[in-house]
């Protein structure tokens, strides 16, 4: 099983009704011993930044063709806990509704992060954003730049 370290970050300007973008970096060494990176980013019309942080992760892991143990670093304590405080699992089991606040937000896409995630062992971990790591300044950078770019798409579960 491949050992893949994956970068995630989110972007959105105006947030929480502007352009944004997602940036990922995906790292795993071969058995040679050789690095292989793969960088995606895509920018979206009007969107939050929390939608954006969900799709560079949910990315990276549909861009994973076989089972793999994941790490994915990421500065979005909103993923990060989602996992590690077992958000999700609660979310679940109470039927995507939050007692007392109501519904989960962003249902669709953490729907679709959980299909993608399926066949892999997954590991999540907090980094401070804007803190000199090199791979979330990338991703921040591949971000920023997508939701700046002309070549926007609309993001089509975005509900505000």
Wanted: hydrophobic content about 35%; proline content about 4%; charged content about 25%.
């Amino acid at each position: 099983m491949h050992e893949v370290d994956m970068y995630t970050d989110g972007a959105a300007r105006g947030n929480p009704d502007g352009p944004g973008g997602y940036g990922t970096i995906i790292k795993f060494t071969d058995a040679k011993g050789v690095v292989h990176e793969r960088q995606f980013s895509k920018g979206y019309i009007r969107t939050t930044n929390n939608r954006m942080e969900l799709m560079a992760c949910i990315i990276g892991f549909e861009a994973l063709t076989k089972p793999c143990k994941v790490k994915v670093y990421s500065d979005s304590k909103y993923l990060t806990d989602a996992f590690n405080k077992s958000w999700v699992a609660s979310w679940i089991k109470n039927n995507w509704v939050r007692p007392k606040v109501g519904p989960v937000k962003n249902t669709d896409l953490w729907k679709r992060l959980l299909k993608a995630m399926e066949k892999h062992q997954t590991e999540y971990i907090w980094i401070k954003g804007h803190a000199g790591h090199p791979e979330n300044e990338l991703c921040d950078k591949l971000a920023t730049s997508a939701a700046l770019s002309g070549n926007l798409e609309n993001d089509e579960g975005l509900e505000l």
